[in-house]
């Protein structure tokens, strides 16, 4: 449907994103027909993100599909990729660097900044009254590794009462989860569904601290997470279970603490360190550092000059 509707379309240049590629697919196919050049945006490495969660084996399909990405790469004028780690990788496949510029994602920091609990909703969730409130917000899927966090909060129960996990958002485990947490008979979680993107700020202030996990990948270390900047507008430090990229952004602005992926030791562990009311208070100082440095408006003006520029 979008290379339909792009055919009726009068333009200079042809902007796709990825994932997943297909639009990528369709934007090449208009640069043929139009005769346009094209720049594909990579948000995400795919094949390979898929065969990182188990949902594809490499097979005949996953090779195709790796050539089909290769040759997106080829006969695009620019890349832009939101990772460091993206540039090296896609430039190892024998694609020339200098066509591949980095912008990262950020945050728009007129919507995002710092503010109380929203008083109606602490009013219809009581549970959350005098805790500390750990949300996880966004998809539920293969790769977040939520089932390991709900694995480990048995123990919390008993070594940190004062905190309670907040779920916001729906996914293919969302009822895998809800029936997990049940069996674990966790009296520590609360799970919500899909909020509109207008309201998420309400709910992202019901948080004390922001819980950014994905599955112990390779895969996972080239990816940066947008919810990170997010929660640093409102300076809710961050409790990151994600190695590589994110983890240097995250360390490098003290912005939270980190645990390896799948490790629950070290989880627990952050837990409570995270909540040590020095700690707090520096890492909110660390968040506020970190939105300032990733202010989506400077970023997307940067992209412009990207998009132009010959």
């Known amino acids: 449907m979008a290379f339909l509707v792009g055919l009726w379309i009068r333009t200079d240049i042809i902007v796709a994103t990825s994932p997943q590629f297909f639009t990528a697919v369709a934007g090449r196919w208009l640069s043929f027909f139009k ?14 993100s898929i065969a990182a969660v188990g949902a594809m084996n490499e097979g005949r ?16 004028k620019k890349i832009i990729v939101v990772t460091d780690t993206f540039k090296r990788k896609i430039a190892a496949r024998g694609i020339d660097e200098s066509k591949i ?3 990262k994602n950020g945050v728009i920091l007129d919507l995002f900044e710092p503010r109380s609990k929203d008083n109606e909703l602490m009013e219809a969730n009581p549970q959350f009254h005098g805790k500390k409130v750990f949300a996880y917000i966004g998809t539920h899927g293969m790769a977040h590794g939520l089932s390991f966090i709900l694995n480990s909060l048995s123990e919390l129960q008993q070594s940190l009462p004062q905190a309670h996990f907040l779920f916001i958002g729906e996914g293919a485990e969302k009822e895998n989860l809800i029936k997990q947490a049940e069996d674990l008979k966790l009296t520590n979680v609360a ?36 919810k990170i900047f997010e929660a640093a507008a409102l ?3 961050i409790l990151l279970g994600l190695e590589g990229e994110t983890r ?10 980190c645990f390896e992926p799948e490790n629950q030791e070290e989880f627990i562990t952050q837990c409570h360190a995270i909540l040590n009311e020095r700690s707090y208070k520096d890492y909110q100082k660390g968040c ?20 132009i520029t010959d």
Do not use: C
């Open 61 to 76: 399909i996953y090779k195709f599909l790796e050539w089909l990405e290769l040759r997106l790469y080829k006969s695009a």
């Open 191 to 226: 799970f919500m569904s899909f909020v509109p993107k207008h309201e998420v700020v309400r709910y992202l202030s019901l948080m004390d601290v922001a819980l950014v996990n994905l599955k112990k990948s390779d895969t996972f270390k080239t990816v940066i997470p947008s």
């Open 288 to 307: 506020e550092k970190l939105a300032k440095a990733f202010n989506r408006k400077k970023i997307a003006l940067q992209v412009l000059e990207t998009i």
């Open 35 to 48: 005769l346009k050049p094209w720049i594909m945006e990579v948000r995400d490495l795919w094949p390979e």
């Open 248 to 257: 240097g952004i995250i360390e490098s602005f003290n912005a939270g603490a």
């Open 101 to 103: 510029d980095v912008h």
């Open 235 to 237: 300076q809710k430090p």
